[in-house]
């Protein structure tokens, strides 16, 4: 490490001697200095890789529902309490997420605590099934997700902390993209290795079940590999480079939660039952397809991972699209519109299911890049932690309730009733666009800006507060030369002493200067 940081800083000492010149200096390779673009190539690779585990995991369930609900004996309300289980923790961790990467355990160390939370969480659910102990497989799924949604926090903050400038779009794009391929290969690979193992083991069961997750678990000790090689790697270039270990500049004040406006609050409601509709759909989408279109096994896990497959491309051009066209509203119209008639179509037709979920993947991914920058527009900067902190929050405890309300639905009613369900959560979120749309427009529509519009009026913004800086700075120039200088006022009265002029009380020499300056204002 001595000699990398002489080769790359340019310094160090020729010989014993101390005295001598230095000499000549071998630069480091490109993938190992820290400036170079292919060791950020290296850590960019390592980043997208670092949250593989945890999203190929988490869709475990929807990709193996038919054999866990047979191998464990358990009902659909059973079965989406391992989705519910998995947000609980996140209803309270959202908010300190980012705390306990600031001001506890750092981004180094609190990114592999974190994944090895997942890599714990996963093993543990795998020991269930292995052990045929349902409650362990819940308890798992705890553990599971509370290093999940945090691990996630910490690779945003790497990101921070490498790309900062016009590279960090596209590096929040690309970690997305990575997510979204890590639940599509989970939902098109899990079935796949199960009856390898079953082929292998020569028979069906938990045991069966178990051996699977916990093969699938392999992906969770690869991202927590990742952990570790970034942990070295952000280390070794803050001694290189004197370069500050990243923080999520997250401030966090539930006080603040009192002075969130009408238009924050829709936000919410519009995140809430959107979210509802699609996530808790997808856990449940395999046998959907099987029952009802009579699809076999590979060809349903192939259509339920349709939406993650379009996220992964689609979210970056999408934000691309966003970021130049503004109108923030009108696209999450568009998105929500297209999520309700996708969901209409699964639920009264009997078309080609694979045109409504690929509108649904395309809604998905527009919605997540219109809907969640428009927090930034309507809180204070110092709020901006408090508020994506409760909208994750919120978002975590809508997830988990409506879970167990979906499984108890299809236990009670059937397919039918719970796409009616889903159809009135989009409902619900369609209804707080429009009021929100409205709301809006009575308070000066800077929801809705065109991009061009909202730029314009930054610069003016700034324009405007570059001239109120310099006036308060010309005003505070001007009073500093009005102010008379206590030294010469000070000889000026001992002068008028010393010839027997009476001096006035307001004249001594400690309230003179307040006395001078009260005449001046």
């Not at 180094?108 to 090895?116: D, M, Q």
């Not at 553990?143 to 945003?156: H, M, R, T, Y």
Request: with cysteine.
């Amino acid at each position: 490490m001595a000699e990398e940081e002489r080769a790359l800083l340019g310094s160090g000492s020729g010989g014993d001697g101390g005295g001598s010149s230095p000499g000549p200096l071998r630069a480091l390779p490109a993938v190992c200095d820290p400036r170079r673009l292919p060791h950020r190539l290296l850590v960019l690779a390592l980043m997208c890789f670092l949250g593989f585990g945890s999203y190929f995991c988490y869709d475990n369930p929807a990709a193996l529902q038919t054999q866990v609900q047979r191998d464990m004996k358990v009902n659909t309300a059973q079965f989406m309490a391992l989705y519910a289980w998995y947000s609980w923790p996140n209803v309270v961790l959202c908010f300190f997420g980012g705390f306990l990467i600031d001001r506890v355990f750092g981004i180094r160390l609190g990114t592999i605590i974190f994944s090895v939370f997942v890599c714990v969480g996963q093993v543990i659910f795998a020991l269930g099934a292995l052990l045929n102990t349902f409650w362990l497989m819940d308890m798992g799924r705890f553990i599971f997700g509370i290093g999940g949604e945090s691990l996630a926090v910490a690779q945003n903050t790497y990101a921070v902390s490498w790309f900062k400038g016009k590279e960090l779009n596209l590096v929040f794009g690309l970690q997305l993209s990575m997510a979204r391929i890590g639940s599509t290969v989970n939902m098109n690979i899990m079935g796949w290795i199960y009856s390898r193992v079953r082929d292998l083991v020569g028979y069906t069961g938990p045991t069966t079940l178990g051996l699977t997750l916990m093969i699938g678990g392999i992906t969770c000790l690869f991202s927590l590999g990742c952990a570790l090689t970034l942990a070295y790697l952000d280390k070794r270039a803050e001694k290189l480079l004197c370069k500050e270990q990243g923080k999520t500049g997250e401030v966090i004040k539930l006080t603040d939660v009192k002075d969130f406006s009408l238009s924050l609050w829709l936000i919410f409601v519009i995140c809430v039952c959107y979210y509802a509709a699609v996530f808790p759909f997808i856990g449940l989408g395999k046998v959907f397809f099987i029952e009802k279109f009579k699809f076999s096994s590979e060809e349903a896990s192939a259509i339920n991972s349709i939406v993650y497959i379009i996220s992964a491309p689609m979210s970056p051009v999408f934000g691309f699209l966003v970021d130049k066209v503004g109108k923030n509203i009108i696209w999450v119209l568009c998105a929500v519109v297209t999520t309700l008639a996708s969901h209409i179509m699964l639920a009264f037709t009997f078309w080609n299911p694979w045109i409504a979920m690929c509108l649904l993947g395309v809604a998905y991914s527009l919605l997540a890049c219109a809907l969640w920058p428009m927090v930034a527009f309507v809180v204070p900067e110092h709020q901006l932690g408090t508020a994506y902190g409760f909208m994750q929050s919120i978002q975590n405890l809508g997830l988990a309730i409506i879970a167990i309300a979906a499984g108890m639905i299809l236990d009670t009613r059937g397919y039918l009733f719970l796409e009616v369900f889903f159809s009135a959560c989009v409902c619900l979120s369609l209804i707080a666009v429009v009021m929100l749309y409205f709301v809006n427009h009575l308070r000066g529509g800077d929801l809705n800006w065109s991009a061009k519009k909202r730029e314009k009026l930054q610069k003016v913004a700034a324009t405007e507060a570059e001239e109120r800086e310099s006036l308060r700075r010309q005003r505070e120039d001007d009073l500093a030369k009005l102010q008379p200088k206590a030294d010469d006022f000070s000889f000026r009265n001992k002068y008028l002493s010393k010839l027997g002029a009476q001096l006035p009380a307001t004249y001594s020499s400690y309230s003179s200067t307040l006395a001078h300056r009260s005449v001046l204002q």
